[in-house]
């Protein structure tokens, strides 16, 4: 595939007044922002409160700190990651730049030493032409630090401090910014066994939104039981909480009673399987999760299980032995906003000039964050100077990330990059080559969008 190296908004008028844009946090999708805004000619001060101030996760003083695993996951073109991997490259990404610098063994994953990564990145971002680095905590979108910015970027993460999220959260409102997180499973609907799984609705017969998987009572108990013995993730102090009703983990359920689970998320009322007009002892729904129906979520399965338990107990449930998982379950604290409603093109609706970038918009994951402020300072870049830049098609992996933002749902949650994103394909094909296809699309368009939007820059 032949792709350039780097697509820079240039503006060959040297006359033109240089605009100055604050990034507010000096993580992944803060440092990789600041890059691209610097890269084409923006003067950025970039604020980071380290070392003066901490949240509760981070320890170092380095930028880029990486706080939970070392791992930026899967190399391979066949992954929704492992194309954002490539499209980050040839857009100069400065984490991607950073990662190959500081990579270690991890097979087909891409991995990383921890303290050599967050070295590097703060060494270039001191480094870097147009970027100048505060250390000082932004405590409101109103300070008077920001008020010479023609833009604000606010990259500060899902742990961003209490007074930045209250003074977000008077601008957007709190019903629009949320603080804990509560994920379901999202499996590929092609992994799911069609000869056990029937379609059908609790409520609406005709309904075919929903895949259901029953299981007899033998079955059921076993389950239980898996739920109560798995191990799972030991929340740390600040994030110990008292579940809301509406979104306890599956396995709080199961602690409540064995039968629990049988009258709540998996009850069989109303779900007859066509086939044979068995109504059976329980049943695990799955809603589907696009509009083409290539991905599927798990009613109520939110889940604090570890994510090798979660792959081996929900595979136990019938239909899904084979199961493919897009995304894992998890229950944290997560500072993000209802990115469809409050955000257009990553700019707050209710404040034009400040924009949001990483975690806090809706992304999940240390790549996924980095992508997003990674377009943020492209995107700004251009406008600053009265220009436009097209937005990646949806079949891409960048594309898909930014199409999630945009997406209205019932309940926004944030997600990481996934095939289910992007639009079905368009032919029948058998399922072992489909994960290629949408890799060998997702490239092709993306090399034709890099290919228009450097004639444009042209």
């Known amino acids: 595939m032949n792709i350039r190296k780097n697509l820079v908004i240039h503006n060959d008028n040297q006359e033109h007044t240089v605009k100055k844009v604050a990034v507010v ?21 970039l604020y ?5 101030k901490f949240s509760e996760a981070h320890t170092e003083e380095g930028l880029a700190e990486l706080i939970c695993s070392n791992s ?18 040839a857009l100069g990404s400065l984490i991607m730049e950073a990662a190959l610098a500081c990579e270690v063994p991890a097979g087909k994953a891409l991995a990383v030493d921890r303290a050599k990564f967050s070295e590097y990145v703060t060494r270039r971002i001191a480094e870097r032409e147009n970027i100048e680095l505060e250390r000082r905590e932004v405590e ?28 977000l959260m008077k601008i957007i409102g709190d019903n629009k910014l949320y603080f804990y997180d509560a994920i379901a499973p999202i499996i590929s609907r092609d992994s799911v066994n069609m000869d056990i799984a029937f379609w059908g609705s609790r409520y609406r017969p005709e309904d075919d939104d929903y895949l259901n998987c029953p299981m007899n ?3 059921y108990k076993a389950f239980v039981a898996a739920l109560l013995e798995g191990e799972k993730v030991v929340p740390r102090e600040f994030e110990k909480e008292i579940h809301f009703e509406g979104c306890l983990p599956i396995e709080a359920m199961a602690e409540r009673g064995e039968q629990t689970l049988a009258f709540g998320p998996l009850k069989p009322v109303g779900l007859e399987d066509p086939r044979t007009g068995e109504r059976h002892y329980a049943v695990v729904q799955l809603r589907a999760e696009n509009t083409d129906k290539t991905a599927f979520n798990l009613v109520g399965f939110q889940t604090k299980l570890k994510y090798p338990e979660q792959k081996k107990i929900f595979r136990m449930i019938p239909g899904l032995e084979n199961a493919e998982f897009l995304r894992l379950g998890s229950i ?12 257009e093109n990553l700019e707050l609706k209710n404040r034009p000039g400040v924009y949001l970038a990483g975690q806090i918009t809706g992304v999940e994951g240390y790549l996924e964050s980095a992508a997003c402020g990674q377009w943020l300072g492209i995107m700004l870049a251009a406008r600053l100077e009265g220009k436009d830049v097209e937005e990646p098609p949806a079949e891409t992996s960048l594309g898909a990330l930014l199409g999630h933002l945009r997406t209205d749902a019932k309940k926004f949650q944030p997600s990481n990059v996934n095939f289910g994103l992007m639009p079905g394909l368009k032919k029948r094909m058998p399922k072992k080559f489909r994960k290629e296809a949408y890799g060998e699309r997702a490239r092709e368009m993306f090399a034709q969008w890099l290919e228009r939007a450097g004639k444009q820059d042209a």
Request: aromatic share 4%.
């Open 25 to 45: 946090g000096g993580g992944l999708a803060g440092c990789e922002c600041a890059w691209q805004l610097a890269r084409a000619g923006v003067a950025v001060t």
């Open 217 to 219: 009572e033998e079955q």
């Open 72 to 89: 930026l996951r899967s190399n391979e073109f066949t992954t929704g990651i492992g194309l954002l991997k490539e499209e980050m490259r």
């Open 140 to 167: 409101s979108l109103d300070a008077p630090e920001l008020e010479d910015a023609d833009a604000v970027v606010v990259a500060a993460g899902p742990l961003a401090s209490s007074a930045l999220t209250e003074s």
């Open 332 to 343: 944290h604290r997560n500072t993000y906003v209802n990115a469809p409603k409050v955000l």
């Open 48 to 52: 980071e409160m380290k070392p003066h």
